[in-house]
């Protein structure tokens, strides 16, 4: 099993629709949660932190499900520039290392 | 703010070659790491410091390897380049540890490297 398995998408999406999806993860004792946001071939940059409670950054919304080891995102009013793909990040216990999935891509549409 | 420089930022090598990519940061952050991104894949940590002095293997270390000599600057070595090194590869640096989780990953534009 992956440590952390992502389904890749893409979803398509019209502006203003709102979409969201999932990211599961293996290591129960995993403690630290990301959504990082990669555009087409550039590097990839922190979105949010995802915390235990759940929380918001403007149109974005992270809940963390620990019961069921799954992260999830939700963007409200899609935007053209949210086209990208994200990529669910997850702390391995214990050292300095980060599991990373693949990858959710999302085109909005005109 | 230059932040996390990577050089070059794209190369062809021929199997059996050997290269260095560059990889410099501002920030003085202790913290450093390579990464490389395959097609398909989740980044997999190749190699990552602590600080000067310090650097440790990651998932996939094989026929990589990296130098910590000051702070600011993290080499990373391909020695009898392979095919299956064929792959993006970036540096990044943090304040923090990579797992805590008020922690960021500052990512360079990465490296496209192609074995042939």
């Known amino acids: 099993r992956k440590e952390v398995e992502q389904d890749p998408g893409p979803f398509n999406v019209p502006e203003g629709a709102t979409v969201a999806f999932n990211c599961t993860y293996s290591?129960?004792?995993?403690?630290?949660f990301f959504w990082y946001r990669q555009d087409c071939r550039k590097e990839p940059k922190l979105l949010m932190s995802v915390y235990s409670s759940g929380n918001e950054d403007g149109r974005f919304t992270a809940q963390l499900n620990r019961a069921s080891q799954y992260i999830s995102l939700l963007i409200r009013d899609s935007k053209l520039s949210d086209s990208a793909t994200y990529l669910c990040?997850?702390?391995?216990?214990?050292?300095?290392?980060?599991?990373f999935g693949a990858g959710t891509t999302v085109t909005v549409r005109a | 703010n230059a932040g996390v420089t990577q050089t070059p930022k794209f190369r062809i090598l021929k199997i059996g070659q050997s290269m260095t990519l560059q990889c410099a940061q501002d920030?003085?952050?202790?913290?450093m790491y390579w990464y490389r991104q395959d097609p398909g894949m989740g980044l997999k940590l190749i190699y990552y410091?602590?600080?000067?002095?310090?650097?440790d293997k990651g998932e996939v270390p094989n026929g990589y390897n990296v130098s910590r000599s000051t702070t600011e600057d993290f080499p990373l070595r391909l020695e009898l380049a392979a095919p299956s090194q064929t792959s993006v590869y970036f540096c990044?640096?943090?304040?923090?540890?990579?797992?805590?989780?008020?922690?960021?990953?500052?990512f360079g534009e990465g490296s496209r490297l192609t074995v042939l």
């Open positions: 290591n129960s004792a995993s403690q630290s």
């Open positions: 990044a640096s943090s304040f923090l540890p990579a797992g805590a989780n008020t922690g960021e990953l500052f």
């Open positions: 990040v997850v702390e391995k216990r214990g050292d300095y290392k980060l599991s």
């Open positions: 410091s602590v600080g000067a002095g310090i650097t």
């Open positions: 920030m003085n952050h202790n913290y």
